[in-house]
């Protein structure tokens, strides 16, 4: 069992940044790929970026590539997303997500573990 916990949402103008923190127990942080999605009111979730395990490559959607980076801290048990250059389209619940297996992870199924989630709402 994998428990995640995500931090670092909140109101902020377009143009302005966060970075989220998704912090994961109960499991080797390390074998595991993350992932970061998110939900708009009336929406389906979505994919947002992933990275893979053991200090593997990263991919983001194209909505945001160029804005936001996502990386992970083996050391720390976390995973961040840092967004850039916020946009009001970006408001959303955030999820941050783990996955056991190494391929697909552009999908929902793919993962295994979900947080809470947090807000990001980005005003105009």
């Known amino acids: 069992q994998v428990e995640l916990v995500e931090s670092g949402g909140g109101l902020v103008q377009a143009g302005g940044s966060l970075r989220l923190s998704c912090a994961a127990s109960?499991?080797?942080?390390?074998?595991?790929?993350m992932g970061w999605f998110r939900q708009a009111p009336g929406k389906e979730r979505e994919f947002v970026a992933y990275?893979?395990?053991?200090?593997?490559?990263?991919y983001l959607t194209d909505s945001v590539k160029g804005r936001f980076t996502i990386s992970r801290d083996d050391a720390k048990n976390t995973v961040y997303l840092q967004m850039n250059s916020l946009k009001p389209e970006d408001t959303a619940v955030y999820y941050c997500?783990?996955?056991?297996?190494?391929?697909?992870?552009?999908?929902?199924?793919?993962?295994?573990?979900w947080g809470q989630g947090t807000q990001v709402t980005v005003s105009s």
């Open positions: 997500a783990a996955a056991s297996r190494s391929y697909g992870l552009g999908v929902r199924l793919a993962y295994d573990y």
């Open positions: 109960g499991r080797t942080f390390s074998s595991l790929a």
């Open positions: 990275v893979r395990r053991n200090g593997g490559s990263t």
